[in-house]
Protein backbone atom coordinates (compact mmCIF):
# COMPACT_ATOMS: atom_id res chain seq x y z
CA UNK A 1 0.00 0.00 0.00
CA UNK A 2 2.92 2.32 0.60
CA UNK A 3 3.80 2.59 -3.07
CA UNK A 4 0.39 3.45 -3.70
CA UNK A 5 0.70 6.26 -1.31
CA UNK A 6 4.34 7.32 -2.87
CA UNK A 7 2.45 6.75 -6.51
CA UNK A 8 -0.12 9.49 -5.55
CA UNK A 9 2.06 11.78 -3.06
CA UNK A 10 4.50 11.85 -6.26
CA UNK A 11 1.64 13.37 -8.72
CA UNK A 12 1.00 15.75 -6.13
CA UNK A 13 4.28 17.19 -6.11
CA UNK A 14 4.93 17.27 -9.42
CA UNK A 15 1.77 19.18 -10.00
CA UNK A 16 2.07 21.75 -7.41
CA UNK A 17 5.97 22.21 -8.63
CA UNK A 18 4.62 23.01 -12.19
CA UNK A 19 2.11 25.56 -10.71
CA UNK A 20 4.31 27.97 -9.05
CA UNK A 21 5.46 29.13 -11.78
CA UNK A 22 2.10 30.14 -13.66
CA UNK A 23 1.44 32.03 -9.85
CA UNK A 24 4.53 33.51 -9.96
CA UNK A 25 3.64 34.90 -13.61
CA UNK A 26 0.51 35.67 -12.57
CA UNK A 27 2.00 37.88 -10.04
CA UNK A 28 4.27 40.22 -12.00
CA UNK A 29 1.47 40.30 -14.61
CA UNK A 30 -1.05 41.92 -12.19
CA UNK A 31 1.46 44.82 -10.80
CA UNK A 32 1.54 45.73 -14.63
CA UNK A 33 -1.74 45.07 -15.76
CA UNK A 34 -5.70 45.26 -14.73
CA UNK A 35 -6.77 42.00 -14.84
CA UNK A 36 -8.96 41.15 -18.32
CA UNK A 37 -12.39 42.28 -18.94
CA UNK A 38 -15.17 40.13 -19.99
CA UNK A 39 -14.88 40.96 -23.36
CA UNK A 40 -10.53 39.82 -23.49
CA UNK A 41 -9.58 36.56 -25.47
CA UNK A 42 -9.54 34.85 -22.13
CA UNK A 43 -12.99 35.73 -20.82
CA UNK A 44 -15.99 33.30 -21.09
CA UNK A 45 -18.48 34.13 -23.47
CA UNK A 46 -21.24 37.31 -22.39
CA UNK A 47 -23.29 35.97 -19.63
CA UNK A 48 -27.58 35.49 -21.12
CA UNK A 49 -30.11 38.35 -19.71
CA UNK A 50 -31.13 37.90 -16.34
CA UNK A 51 -33.96 35.36 -15.15
CA UNK A 52 -37.34 37.22 -14.01
CA UNK A 53 -37.80 37.02 -10.55
CA UNK A 54 -39.41 33.44 -9.22
CA UNK A 55 -42.56 32.41 -7.92
CA UNK A 56 -41.08 33.29 -4.23
CA UNK A 57 -39.78 36.58 -4.94
CA UNK A 58 -36.72 36.10 -5.35
CA UNK A 59 -33.96 36.57 -7.59
CA UNK A 60 -32.39 33.74 -9.81
CA UNK A 61 -28.44 34.50 -10.18
CA UNK A 62 -28.48 34.03 -14.32
CA UNK A 63 -26.83 30.75 -15.84
CA UNK A 64 -23.63 31.93 -17.93
CA UNK A 65 -22.58 29.74 -21.10
CA UNK A 66 -19.95 27.19 -20.95
CA UNK A 67 -16.24 28.86 -21.23
CA UNK A 68 -13.41 28.31 -23.26
CA UNK A 69 -10.64 27.26 -20.75
CA UNK A 70 -11.42 30.10 -18.63
CA UNK A 71 -8.90 30.46 -15.17
CA UNK A 72 -9.40 33.52 -12.88
CA UNK A 73 -6.55 36.04 -11.43
CA UNK A 74 -5.67 35.23 -7.72
CA UNK A 75 -6.98 38.55 -6.80
CA UNK A 76 -10.73 37.96 -8.00
CA UNK A 77 -11.13 41.10 -9.49
CA UNK A 78 -13.66 41.75 -6.28
CA UNK A 79 -15.65 38.52 -7.75
CA UNK A 80 -18.47 37.21 -5.20
CA UNK A 81 -17.57 33.95 -3.74
CA UNK A 82 -20.72 32.61 -4.53
CA UNK A 83 -20.71 33.52 -8.02
CA UNK A 84 -20.02 30.31 -10.88
CA UNK A 85 -16.93 29.74 -12.44
CA UNK A 86 -16.77 28.15 -15.84
CA UNK A 87 -16.06 24.47 -15.94
CA UNK A 88 -13.00 24.31 -18.01
CA UNK A 89 -13.24 20.23 -19.06
CA UNK A 90 -13.12 19.51 -23.07
CA UNK A 91 -15.79 17.09 -24.41
CA UNK A 92 -12.87 14.99 -25.28
CA UNK A 93 -10.96 14.60 -22.18
CA UNK A 94 -10.81 11.88 -19.50
CA UNK A 95 -13.59 14.12 -16.78
CA UNK A 96 -17.31 14.18 -17.23
CA UNK A 97 -18.07 18.07 -18.08
CA UNK A 98 -19.65 19.79 -15.30
CA UNK A 99 -21.35 22.69 -13.70
CA UNK A 100 -18.51 24.63 -12.63
CA UNK A 101 -17.22 26.10 -9.55
CA UNK A 102 -18.20 28.60 -6.72
CA UNK A 103 -16.05 31.62 -7.26
CA UNK A 104 -15.60 31.10 -2.82
CA UNK A 105 -14.58 27.40 -3.52
CA UNK A 106 -11.36 27.94 -5.18
CA UNK A 107 -9.89 29.99 -2.77
CA UNK A 108 -10.35 28.19 0.92
CA UNK A 109 -9.32 25.61 3.49
CA UNK A 110 -12.77 24.05 4.21
CA UNK A 111 -12.15 20.74 6.91
CA UNK A 112 -15.49 19.30 8.08
CA UNK A 113 -15.38 16.69 11.23
CA UNK A 114 -18.71 14.52 11.43
CA UNK A 115 -19.75 11.32 14.06
CA UNK A 116 -22.38 9.31 12.73
CA UNK A 117 -24.23 6.70 14.56
CA UNK A 118 -26.23 3.99 13.04
CA UNK A 119 -28.39 0.97 12.83
CA UNK A 120 -27.30 -1.91 10.28
CA UNK A 121 -28.72 -4.98 9.28
CA UNK A 122 -25.23 -5.91 7.21
CA UNK A 123 -23.51 -7.49 9.90
CA UNK A 124 -25.54 -10.47 11.00
CA UNK A 125 -28.39 -10.86 7.68
CA UNK A 126 -31.81 -10.16 9.17
CA UNK A 127 -30.75 -8.25 12.84
CA UNK A 128 -30.12 -5.06 13.77
CA UNK A 129 -26.72 -3.91 15.44
CA UNK A 130 -25.36 -0.65 16.37
CA UNK A 131 -22.66 1.14 15.13
CA UNK A 132 -20.49 3.93 15.17
CA UNK A 133 -18.78 6.08 12.34
CA UNK A 134 -16.15 9.19 12.68
CA UNK A 135 -14.07 11.17 10.51
CA UNK A 136 -14.02 14.24 8.70
CA UNK A 137 -13.88 15.45 5.42
CA UNK A 138 -11.76 18.25 3.57
CA UNK A 139 -11.87 20.83 0.11
CA UNK A 140 -9.25 22.70 -1.07
CA UNK A 141 -8.76 25.17 -4.06
CA UNK A 142 -7.00 27.71 -5.76
CA UNK A 143 -7.05 29.04 -8.83
CA UNK A 144 -4.12 31.49 -10.61
CA UNK A 145 -4.67 33.05 -13.82
CA UNK A 146 -3.46 30.17 -15.76
CA UNK A 147 -3.88 26.82 -13.33
CA UNK A 148 -6.18 25.41 -10.79
CA UNK A 149 -5.79 23.49 -7.93
CA UNK A 150 -8.40 20.54 -5.76
CA UNK A 151 -8.28 18.92 -3.81
CA UNK A 152 -11.25 16.57 -2.05
CA UNK A 153 -10.43 14.04 1.00
CA UNK A 154 -13.09 12.25 2.98
CA UNK A 155 -11.67 9.29 5.67
CA UNK A 156 -13.09 7.63 8.65
CA UNK A 157 -13.20 4.34 10.78
CA UNK A 158 -16.88 3.11 11.15
CA UNK A 159 -17.13 0.25 14.52
CA UNK A 160 -19.30 -2.36 14.71
CA UNK A 161 -20.43 -3.73 18.03
CA UNK A 162 -21.38 -7.05 17.92
CA UNK A 163 -22.37 -9.41 21.25
CA UNK A 164 -19.67 -7.07 22.89
CA UNK A 165 -16.85 -7.38 20.89
CA UNK A 166 -15.82 -4.52 18.11
CA UNK A 167 -14.72 -4.74 14.34
CA UNK A 168 -12.45 -1.69 12.94
CA UNK A 169 -13.82 -1.14 9.23
CA UNK A 170 -11.68 1.89 7.97
CA UNK A 171 -12.19 4.18 4.33
CA UNK A 172 -10.06 6.43 2.54
CA UNK A 173 -11.59 8.48 -0.27
CA UNK A 174 -9.02 11.02 -1.85
CA UNK A 175 -9.58 13.06 -5.70
CA UNK A 176 -6.69 15.26 -6.82
CA UNK A 177 -6.87 17.62 -9.89
CA UNK A 178 -4.07 20.28 -11.12
CA UNK A 179 -4.43 21.82 -14.34
CA UNK A 180 -2.31 24.10 -15.91
CA UNK A 181 -2.66 26.40 -18.99
CA UNK A 182 -0.07 27.54 -21.52
CA UNK A 183 -0.36 29.63 -24.76
CA UNK A 184 -2.66 26.96 -26.63
CA UNK A 185 -1.68 23.99 -24.17
CA UNK A 186 -3.23 23.31 -21.01
CA UNK A 187 -2.42 19.61 -18.95
CA UNK A 188 -3.91 18.05 -16.38
CA UNK A 189 -3.21 15.96 -13.67
CA UNK A 190 -6.00 13.92 -11.76
CA UNK A 191 -5.43 10.84 -9.40
CA UNK A 192 -8.29 9.18 -7.68
CA UNK A 193 -7.51 6.99 -4.39
CA UNK A 194 -9.73 4.71 -2.53
CA UNK A 195 -9.71 2.69 0.31
CA UNK A 196 -12.96 0.56 0.93
CA UNK A 197 -14.28 -2.32 2.90
CA UNK A 198 -16.69 -3.25 0.28
CA UNK A 199 -17.62 -2.46 -3.17
CA UNK A 200 -17.82 1.85 -3.28
CA UNK A 201 -20.77 1.29 -5.20
CA UNK A 202 -23.44 3.18 -3.59
CA UNK A 203 -20.94 5.05 -0.69
CA UNK A 204 -22.90 2.88 1.71
CA UNK A 205 -19.59 1.82 3.25
CA UNK A 206 -18.23 5.07 3.22
CA UNK A 207 -19.13 6.73 5.91
CA UNK A 208 -22.98 5.85 6.00
CA UNK A 209 -26.44 7.24 4.64
CA UNK A 210 -26.44 10.20 6.21
CA UNK A 211 -23.52 11.55 4.17
CA UNK A 212 -24.05 10.81 1.00
CA UNK A 213 -24.21 13.70 -0.71
CA UNK A 214 -22.35 15.88 1.82
CA UNK A 215 -18.92 14.41 1.05
CA UNK A 216 -16.87 16.80 -1.61
CA UNK A 217 -15.67 15.33 -4.98
CA UNK A 218 -14.41 16.28 -8.32
CA UNK A 219 -15.88 15.71 -11.89
CA UNK A 220 -16.39 12.04 -12.69
CA UNK A 221 -13.84 10.47 -14.66
CA UNK A 222 -15.49 8.99 -18.04
CA UNK A 223 -15.25 5.33 -17.42
CA UNK A 224 -14.01 4.25 -20.40
CA UNK A 225 -10.69 5.14 -19.31
CA UNK A 226 -10.44 3.78 -16.18
CA UNK A 227 -11.95 -0.10 -16.11
CA UNK A 228 -11.76 -1.05 -12.78
CA UNK A 229 -14.68 0.40 -10.95
CA UNK A 230 -16.44 -2.16 -8.60
CA UNK A 231 -20.09 -2.47 -8.37
CA UNK A 232 -20.14 -5.87 -7.06
CA UNK A 233 -20.71 -6.56 -3.36
CA UNK A 234 -18.21 -9.50 -1.93
CA UNK A 235 -17.50 -10.48 1.21
CA UNK A 236 -16.57 -8.30 3.73
CA UNK A 237 -12.81 -7.56 2.99
CA UNK A 238 -10.68 -4.17 2.11
CA UNK A 239 -10.02 -3.11 -1.37
CA UNK A 240 -7.66 -0.67 -2.97
CA UNK A 241 -8.69 1.38 -6.24
CA UNK A 242 -6.10 3.90 -7.64
CA UNK A 243 -6.63 5.89 -10.74
CA UNK A 244 -4.39 8.25 -11.83
CA UNK A 245 -4.45 9.97 -15.34
CA UNK A 246 -2.71 12.56 -17.21
CA UNK A 247 -4.53 14.57 -20.17
CA UNK A 248 -2.88 17.31 -22.41
CA UNK A 249 -5.08 19.78 -24.34
CA UNK A 250 -4.02 21.53 -27.73
CA UNK A 251 -5.77 23.96 -29.30
CA UNK A 252 -6.19 24.20 -32.73
CA UNK A 253 -8.57 27.35 -32.57
CA UNK A 254 -11.10 28.81 -30.54
CA UNK A 255 -13.33 26.15 -31.86
CA UNK A 256 -11.34 23.38 -31.95
CA UNK A 257 -8.78 21.28 -30.16
CA UNK A 258 -6.95 17.90 -29.96
CA UNK A 259 -6.87 15.81 -26.17
CA UNK A 260 -4.52 12.68 -25.52
CA UNK A 261 -4.54 11.03 -22.14
CA UNK A 262 -2.76 7.94 -20.45
CA UNK A 263 -3.72 6.62 -17.35
CA UNK A 264 -2.42 3.22 -15.63
CA UNK A 265 -4.41 1.94 -12.16
CA UNK A 266 -5.55 -1.58 -10.64
CA UNK A 267 -7.96 -3.09 -8.65
CA UNK A 268 -6.42 -4.67 -5.40
CA UNK A 269 -8.04 -6.61 -2.90
CA UNK A 270 -6.31 -7.01 0.71
CA UNK A 271 -7.40 -10.69 1.51
CA UNK A 272 -6.44 -13.67 -0.67
CA UNK A 273 -9.34 -15.40 -2.79
CA UNK A 274 -10.45 -12.29 -5.06
CA UNK A 275 -9.08 -11.22 -8.72
CA UNK A 276 -6.99 -8.43 -8.60
CA UNK A 277 -6.48 -6.24 -11.83
CA UNK A 278 -4.26 -3.64 -13.46
CA UNK A 279 -5.48 -1.84 -16.26
CA UNK A 280 -3.29 0.50 -18.99
CA UNK A 281 -5.16 3.03 -21.17
CA UNK A 282 -4.61 5.78 -23.54
CA UNK A 283 -6.92 8.22 -25.23
CA UNK A 284 -6.84 10.31 -28.43
CA UNK A 285 -9.65 12.91 -29.32
CA UNK A 286 -10.97 15.71 -31.17
CA UNK A 287 -13.60 18.58 -29.26
CA UNK A 288 -15.38 21.33 -31.87
CA UNK A 289 -17.07 23.77 -30.22
CA UNK A 290 -20.74 24.13 -31.89
CA UNK A 291 -21.10 27.33 -29.85
CA UNK A 292 -20.55 28.63 -26.27
CA UNK A 293 -23.02 25.94 -24.57
CA UNK A 294 -22.66 23.25 -27.28
CA UNK A 295 -19.98 20.76 -28.40
CA UNK A 296 -19.27 17.60 -30.16
CA UNK A 297 -15.99 15.10 -29.85
CA UNK A 298 -15.01 11.72 -31.06
CA UNK A 299 -12.71 9.55 -29.43
CA UNK A 300 -10.60 6.41 -29.54
CA UNK A 301 -10.11 4.74 -26.49
CA UNK A 302 -7.59 1.68 -26.22
CA UNK A 303 -7.11 -0.37 -22.69
CA UNK A 304 -5.34 -3.34 -21.79
CA UNK A 305 -6.39 -5.10 -18.30
CA UNK A 306 -4.68 -8.30 -17.17
CA UNK A 307 -5.56 -10.08 -13.93
CA UNK A 308 -3.56 -11.68 -10.89
CA UNK A 309 -3.10 -15.62 -11.26
CA UNK A 310 -3.62 -16.05 -14.59
CA UNK A 311 -1.56 -15.26 -17.70
CA UNK A 312 -2.69 -13.34 -20.77
CA UNK A 313 -4.66 -10.19 -20.76
CA UNK A 314 -7.65 -8.39 -22.09
CA UNK A 315 -7.95 -5.14 -24.70
CA UNK A 316 -10.48 -3.09 -25.52
CA UNK A 317 -10.59 -0.75 -28.68
CA UNK A 318 -13.61 1.84 -28.19
CA UNK A 319 -14.70 4.87 -30.70
CA UNK A 320 -17.12 7.09 -29.09
CA UNK A 321 -19.09 9.97 -30.71
CA UNK A 322 -20.01 12.66 -27.86
CA UNK A 323 -22.51 15.65 -27.88
CA UNK A 324 -21.66 17.72 -25.05
CA UNK A 325 -24.00 21.06 -23.97
CA UNK A 326 -23.14 23.37 -20.94
CA UNK A 327 -24.48 26.59 -19.00
CA UNK A 328 -22.71 27.60 -16.44
CA UNK A 329 -24.31 26.88 -12.58
CA UNK A 330 -27.33 25.66 -14.74
CA UNK A 331 -26.66 22.51 -16.96
CA UNK A 332 -24.20 20.10 -18.19
CA UNK A 333 -24.87 16.99 -20.25
CA UNK A 334 -22.91 14.87 -22.48
CA UNK A 335 -24.00 11.79 -23.99
CA UNK A 336 -21.61 9.19 -26.07
CA UNK A 337 -22.11 6.22 -27.63
CA UNK A 338 -19.68 3.62 -30.38
CA UNK A 339 -18.79 0.30 -31.23
CA UNK A 340 -16.44 -1.60 -28.52
CA UNK A 341 -14.20 -4.27 -29.65
CA UNK A 342 -12.97 -6.81 -26.53
CA UNK A 343 -10.05 -9.02 -27.19
CA UNK A 344 -9.36 -11.62 -24.14
CA UNK A 345 -6.16 -13.66 -24.58
CA UNK A 346 -5.95 -16.49 -21.82
CA UNK A 347 -7.71 -14.59 -18.62
CA UNK A 348 -9.69 -17.58 -16.91
CA UNK A 349 -8.27 -20.16 -19.52
CA UNK A 350 -10.30 -19.07 -22.69
CA UNK A 351 -9.53 -16.77 -26.00
CA UNK A 352 -12.03 -14.88 -27.94
CA UNK A 353 -13.14 -11.93 -29.23
CA UNK A 354 -16.75 -9.32 -29.45
CA UNK A 355 -17.92 -6.54 -30.36
CA UNK A 356 -20.32 -4.67 -27.95
CA UNK A 357 -22.09 -1.73 -28.05
CA UNK A 358 -20.95 0.93 -25.21
CA UNK A 359 -22.31 4.36 -24.16
CA UNK A 360 -22.10 6.96 -21.65
CA UNK A 361 -24.05 9.57 -20.22
CA UNK A 362 -23.97 12.54 -18.19
CA UNK A 363 -26.69 14.80 -16.95
CA UNK A 364 -26.20 17.60 -13.86
CA UNK A 365 -29.17 20.27 -13.77
CA UNK A 366 -29.68 22.98 -11.07
CA UNK A 367 -32.40 24.65 -10.14
CA UNK A 368 -32.68 27.33 -7.69
CA UNK A 369 -33.73 25.31 -4.91
CA UNK A 370 -32.92 21.33 -6.66
CA UNK A 371 -30.59 20.09 -7.88
CA UNK A 372 -30.82 16.67 -10.07
CA UNK A 373 -27.67 14.68 -11.34
CA UNK A 374 -27.55 11.20 -13.78
CA UNK A 375 -25.56 9.07 -14.90
CA UNK A 376 -25.52 5.96 -17.08
CA UNK A 377 -22.72 3.40 -18.26
CA UNK A 378 -22.58 0.89 -20.72
CA UNK A 379 -19.31 -0.94 -21.51
CA UNK A 380 -16.05 -3.26 -20.66
CA UNK A 381 -15.06 -3.33 -16.85
CA UNK A 382 -12.59 -5.56 -14.93
CA UNK A 383 -14.86 -7.52 -12.94
CA UNK A 384 -14.83 -6.07 -9.43
CA UNK A 385 -12.81 -8.74 -8.14
CA UNK A 386 -15.13 -11.34 -8.65
CA UNK A 387 -14.91 -11.91 -12.56
CA UNK A 388 -11.79 -11.59 -15.32
CA UNK A 389 -13.30 -9.16 -17.24
CA UNK A 390 -17.34 -8.05 -17.48
CA UNK A 391 -19.74 -6.12 -19.93
CA UNK A 392 -21.64 -3.56 -17.18
CA UNK A 393 -24.75 -1.76 -17.58
CA UNK A 394 -24.48 1.00 -14.76
CA UNK A 395 -27.28 3.53 -13.96
CA UNK A 396 -27.40 6.28 -10.97
CA UNK A 397 -29.33 9.24 -10.14
CA UNK A 398 -29.83 11.74 -7.33
CA UNK A 399 -31.62 14.70 -6.41
CA UNK A 400 -31.23 17.27 -3.64
CA UNK A 401 -33.41 20.51 -2.47
CA UNK A 402 -33.12 22.74 -0.33
CA UNK A 403 -36.95 22.87 1.49
CA UNK A 404 -36.38 26.02 3.95
CA UNK A 405 -33.66 28.24 5.29
CA UNK A 406 -32.42 25.56 7.14
CA UNK A 407 -33.76 22.06 6.13
CA UNK A 408 -32.75 20.34 3.25
CA UNK A 409 -33.56 16.72 1.59
CA UNK A 410 -31.76 14.01 -0.47
CA UNK A 411 -32.50 11.19 -2.42
CA UNK A 412 -30.46 8.76 -3.84
CA UNK A 413 -30.55 5.03 -6.27
CA UNK A 414 -28.57 3.06 -8.84
CA UNK A 415 -28.83 0.11 -10.11
CA UNK A 416 -25.73 -2.47 -11.93
CA UNK A 417 -25.87 -5.22 -13.85
CA UNK A 418 -22.71 -7.52 -14.68
CA UNK A 419 -22.07 -10.37 -17.01
CA UNK A 420 -18.84 -12.41 -16.73
CA UNK A 421 -17.01 -12.40 -20.05
CA UNK A 422 -16.93 -15.84 -21.03
CA UNK A 423 -17.31 -17.93 -24.43
CA UNK A 424 -20.45 -18.90 -26.43
CA UNK A 425 -21.63 -22.13 -25.20
CA UNK A 426 -20.06 -21.58 -21.60
CA UNK A 427 -22.41 -20.76 -18.13
CA UNK A 428 -22.27 -16.78 -17.67
CA UNK A 429 -22.81 -15.56 -14.88
CA UNK A 430 -24.64 -12.48 -13.71
CA UNK A 431 -25.00 -9.79 -10.56
CA UNK A 432 -27.18 -7.40 -10.01
CA UNK A 433 -26.47 -5.06 -7.57
CA UNK A 434 -28.96 -1.90 -6.65
CA UNK A 435 -29.13 0.66 -3.69
CA UNK A 436 -31.39 3.75 -2.52
CA UNK A 437 -30.77 6.38 0.16
CA UNK A 438 -32.49 9.07 1.34
CA UNK A 439 -31.55 11.77 3.76
CA UNK A 440 -32.84 14.90 5.59
CA UNK A 441 -30.65 17.86 7.08
CA UNK A 442 -31.11 20.88 9.47
CA UNK A 443 -28.41 23.92 9.45
CA UNK A 444 -27.90 24.62 13.87
CA UNK A 445 -26.05 27.55 13.22
CA UNK A 446 -23.09 28.33 11.56
CA UNK A 447 -21.35 25.69 11.67
CA UNK A 448 -23.58 22.86 12.61
CA UNK A 449 -25.43 20.55 10.51
CA UNK A 450 -27.32 17.53 11.48
CA UNK A 451 -28.92 14.97 9.49
CA UNK A 452 -31.06 11.34 9.89
CA UNK A 453 -31.15 9.42 6.73
CA UNK A 454 -31.89 5.81 5.29
CA UNK A 455 -30.29 3.21 2.75
CA UNK A 456 -31.23 0.11 1.84
CA UNK A 457 -28.71 -2.27 -0.95
CA UNK A 458 -28.86 -5.63 -2.04
CA UNK A 459 -27.78 -8.39 -4.81
CA UNK A 460 -28.96 -11.12 -6.80
CA UNK A 461 -27.19 -13.40 -9.14
CA UNK A 462 -28.09 -16.33 -11.43
CA UNK A 463 -25.09 -18.14 -10.96
CA UNK A 464 -22.66 -19.93 -8.53
CA UNK A 465 -19.69 -17.62 -7.39
CA UNK A 466 -16.89 -17.76 -8.80
CA UNK A 467 -14.92 -16.43 -5.59
CA UNK A 468 -14.39 -16.33 -1.84
CA UNK A 469 -17.22 -14.92 -1.30
CA UNK A 470 -19.89 -12.98 -3.52
CA UNK A 471 -21.64 -10.62 -0.91
CA UNK A 472 -24.67 -10.17 1.17
CA UNK A 473 -27.57 -13.04 1.53
CA UNK A 474 -29.97 -10.86 2.14
CA UNK A 475 -30.82 -6.73 1.69
CA UNK A 476 -28.70 -4.75 4.08
CA UNK A 477 -31.08 -1.68 6.16
CA UNK A 478 -29.11 1.31 7.27
CA UNK A 479 -30.60 3.95 9.70
CA UNK A 480 -28.31 6.64 10.66
CA UNK A 481 -28.00 10.22 12.76
CA UNK A 482 -25.11 12.32 11.70
CA UNK A 483 -23.77 15.49 13.53
CA UNK A 484 -21.27 17.53 11.18
CA UNK A 485 -19.04 19.72 12.18
CA UNK A 486 -18.14 22.27 9.58
CA UNK A 487 -15.05 24.20 10.78
CA UNK A 488 -14.53 28.16 9.59
CA UNK A 489 -13.39 27.93 6.34
CA UNK A 490 -9.58 29.58 5.58
CA UNK A 491 -9.34 31.59 2.69
Known amino acids: MNSYRFLFLKISAVALVLSVPAAHAQTQDQQQQTPPSDSSPSAPDAPVQPLSPDQNGGTRTPPVPAGRGVFIGSGGGGQDADASVPDTNVLSGVETLGLGYAYGSLHKFAPTLFVSESADTGIIPGRWEATTTVGGTLQLGHAWHSSLLRVAYSGGDTIYRQNGSYLNSP??????????????????????????????????????????????????????????????????????????????????????????????????????????????????????????????????????????????????????????????????FQISGGPQLTISENPGQSNFQTTYASGFASL????????????????????????????????????????????????????????????????????????????????????????????????????????????????????????????????
Request: charge should be positive.
Open 171 to 332: FQEADFSARIRWSRYTLAFRDSLLISPQSPFGNLNLGGPALIGQIPGLNSLVPTIAPVGSTILTGWVTQLSNIPVVELDYALSRRSGLSVSGSAGELHFFSAGYVNSHYESGQAGYNHTLSGKNSVALNYTFTQTVYSGVPGHQQTHSLQASFGRKITGRLA
Open 364 to 491: SYQQRRTGYSVSFYRGFTAGSGVFFGSNSNTFSAAINRRLTRLWSGSAAGGYSSSDSLTPVGLTSTNFSTYYATANASRQVGRHLNLSVGYAFEGQTSNGICPVLNCGIADKVHVISVNVNWHLRPIG
